[in-house]
């Protein structure tokens, strides 16, 4: 069965940083595409990114491009979320998800095969 843990979360302040990480167990990462996606109060998941297996292409929000970067280490297992110049409309439970299908990586669908449970984002002054 496939694990995904979150953690990283956090309250930080508006223009503040912070690091997700996304560590799996019971099989390897990199045999799967990675997605982050987050949740809002009141809202639907929005994707915010994802990295592709092997060649490891990125793919970006609009909301977050130029401001988050996501990144693998294949050897600790992981797939990070460096968050940087944090906006209040970031603020939601941040998930990671595993899949095998390309496609909903590129289009950022939260219909990914396997999720982790979320860690809390709020970025408040």
């Known amino acids: 069965q496939l694990q995904l843990v979150e953690s990283g979360g956090g309250l930080v302040q508006p223009g503040g940083s912070l690091r997700l990480s996304c560590t799996a167990s019971?099989?390897?990462?990199?045999?799967?595409?990675i997605g982050w996606f987050r949740q809002a109060p009141g809202k639907e998941r929005e994707g915010v990114s994802c990295?592709?297996?092997?060649?490891?292409?990125?793919n970006y929000a609009d909301s977050v491009k130029g401001r988050f970067t996501i990144s693998r280490d294949n050897p600790r297992n992981t797939v990070y979320l460096q968050m940087n110049s944090l906006k209040p409309e970031d603020t939601g439970i941040y998930y990671c998800?595993?899949?095998?299908?390309?496609?909903?990586?590129?289009?950022?669908?939260?219909?990914?095969?396997?999720w982790g449970q979320g860690t809390q984002v709020t970025v408040s002054s």
């Open positions: 998800a595993a899949d095998r299908v390309f496609r909903r990586c590129v289009l950022l669908t939260p219909d990914f095969g396997s």
């Open positions: 990295i592709g297996t092997s060649l490891g292409s990125t």
């Open positions: 019971g099989f390897s990462l990199d045999d799967y595409h």
